[in-house]
């Protein structure tokens, strides 16, 4: 079961077509090898306050084998500024909790008991909740293409681990680089990525991978897939 966790803030419109342009690449590696597997997203919902019970929703119908379905549901919009997408994760796990046994007809707002649980991170900036901690405010600029290091963000980071490691998740990180950021290809410098700074932990020590937001999307993915 992968779910994706969409930055759903304002710059983020032009990464979620791209996903839905090269989702075909990351389904042909699957089904190549195979594999089982079912598409969920679920948005930080950047322009709604920390405590908004939407946050972690599984967007449209649940997780799906359709992968048109999928490539609707990645365009989740963008609006806002915050974007709390390790936490967003997690609530989206315990929201499709208790996972279906194995046996049991699956249910698309569940995960399965029997199945690896993925978790995608797309975002553009740092995880919020490792930015408040790691650059001592929440409110670093995009601009500001740097890796934080307040000793607080490491706490905060370990914290995520556990309970992604917790929950038999593996996470991968579709962000930017680690550590100054990077530029996409004809985008302004000012248009610069903030490097993905808590998500891109959370991923090594999860047993995932990191890949490039400013990188080819089709390679991302069919890397990622693997």
């Known amino acids: 079961d992968i779910l994706w966790v969409g930055d759903d803030s304002g710059s983020m419109e032009d990464d979620q077509m791209a996903v839905r342009a090269a989702a075909d690449a990351m389904a042909n590696v699957l089904i190549a090898a195979e594999v089982d597997f079912r598409l969920a997203v679920t948005r930080t919902r950047a322009d709604d306050n920390r405590n908004d019970p939407r946050r972690g929703r599984l967007e449209g119908s649940g997780f799906t084998r359709s992968l048109d379905v999928f490539k609707e549901d990645i365009l989740v919009g963008a609006d806002g500024g915050w974007e709390p997408g390790l936490f967003t994760g997690l609530e989206a796990i315990d ?7 194995l046996g049991e007809a699956d249910d ?5 008991d029997a199945a690896a649980r993925i978790v995608i991170h797309m975002s553009d900036e740092r995880d919020q909740d490792v930015e408040c901690a790691a650059c001592g405010r929440c409110d670093a600029a995009e601009g500001e293409a740097y890796s934080c290091t307040e000793p607080e963000g490491q706490l905060v980071m370990d914290q995520f681990i556990a309970d992604y490691q917790a929950r038999d998740a593996v996470t991968f ?8 950021g990077c530029l996409q290809p004809g985008a302004s ?18 047993g995932g991978r990191f890949g490039s937001l400013c990188g080819v999307m089709e390679a991302s993915l069919e890397d990622e897939a693997r």
Do not use: H, K
């Open 189 to 206: 410098p000012d248009d610069n990525f903030e490097p993905g700074q808590g998500y891109d932990e959370v991923a090594n020590a999860t």
């Open 108 to 112: 698309p707002m569940r995960l399965r």
């Open 173 to 180: 990180a579709l962000v930017g680089d680690i550590p100054d």
């Open 95 to 101: 929201n499709s909790l208790p996972a279906t046994s």
